[in-house]
Nanobody, 115 residues
Framework: QVQLVESGGGLVQAGGSLRLSCSAS????????IGWSRQPPGKTRELVAA???????NYADSVKGRFTISRDNAKNTVYLQMNSLKPEDTAVYYC?????????WGQGTQATVSS
């Protein structure tokens, strides 16, 4: 099993920045891909960014050039640096880890961007 704990959400004005952190524990060596998804109010969950064990990254078109995903393997932590935030980035952000046999999710952290 893998346990994921997110932190770093909050309230920020449009144009501002937030950095989300996801701390993983448990079978972390078995994680193939770890990333972030978000669920805006009244909408379905969507992929934001992901990073593989080899370091390859991918991003949703809506965040390319503004968000950066990175990982610190020594700390078993993944970060999502969010810059130039827009009100439409308001959502609950979830960390998720994909293993060969299962996908695990964190409890989510709220990020709110005011106009």
């Amino acid at each position: 099993q893998v346990q994921l704990v997110e932190s770093g959400g909050g309230l920020v004005q449009a144009g501002g920045s937030l950095r989300l952190s996801c701390s993983a524990s448990g079978s972390t060596r078995s994680i193939n891909t770890i990333g972030w998804s978000r669920q805006p109010p009244g909408k379905t969950r969507e992929l934001v960014a992901a990073i593989t064990s080899g370091g390859s990254t991918n991003y949703a078109d809506s965040v390319k050039g503004r968000f950066t995903i990175s990982r610190d393997n020594a700390k078993n932590t993944v970060y999502l640096q969010m810059n130039s935030l827009k009100p439409e980035d308001t959502a609950v952000y979830y960390c998720n880890a994909k293993l060969s046999w299962n996908t695990y999710w964190g409890q989510g952290t709220q990020a709110t961007v005011s106009s």
